[in-house]
Nanobody, 127 residues
Framework: QINLAESGGGLVQAGDSLRLSCASAGGTIATYAMGWFRQAPGREREFVAAISRRGAYTTYQDSVKGRFTISADSATARLYLQMDSLEPEDTGVYYC????????????????????WGQGTQVIVSS
């Protein structure tokens, strides 16, 4: 059972960049499709980005396309989310998630599709 732990959140200004990291343990990251979700105060947890096992395919929420980049490093067993041109609307707790996958193309976008979750890291973007 893969365990996940996020880091890298913080307080930044609009237009700044942050890179979130998700350390994994107890599983081989290359066998999991992985994703990032976020939850703003008073709102539902929403999909941000996903990457297929082995990293060949990615999917993004429309509002972050061109600003965020998801990547995975099997050597370090880490998932990353590079966030550029941050906006106040990007504020929230960011969670990484994993789903064991037998497909090299699958990039799950629904919360219920993921079986393993981290505890989250807070991102606050001030205007």
């Amino acid at each position: 059972q893969i365990n996940l732990a996020e880091s890298g959140g913080g307080l930044v200004q609009a237009g700044d960049s942050l890179r979130l990291s998700c350390a994994s343990a107890g599983g081989t990251i290359a066998t999991y499709a992985m994703g990032w979700f976020r939850q703003a105060p008073g709102r539902e947890r929403e999909f941000v980005a996903a990457i297929s096992r082995r990293g060949a395919y990615t999917t993004y929420q429309d509002s972050v396309k061109g600003r965020f980049t998801i990547s995975a490093d099997s050597a370090t067993a880490r998932l990353y989310l590079q966030m550029d041109s941050l906006e106040p609307e990007d504020t929230g707790v960011y969670y990484c998630a994993a789903r064991y996958s037998d497909s090299d193309r699958s990039t799950p976008t629904m919360r219920w599709q993921y079986t393993n979750w981290g505890q989250g890291t807070q991102v606050i973007v001030s205007s």
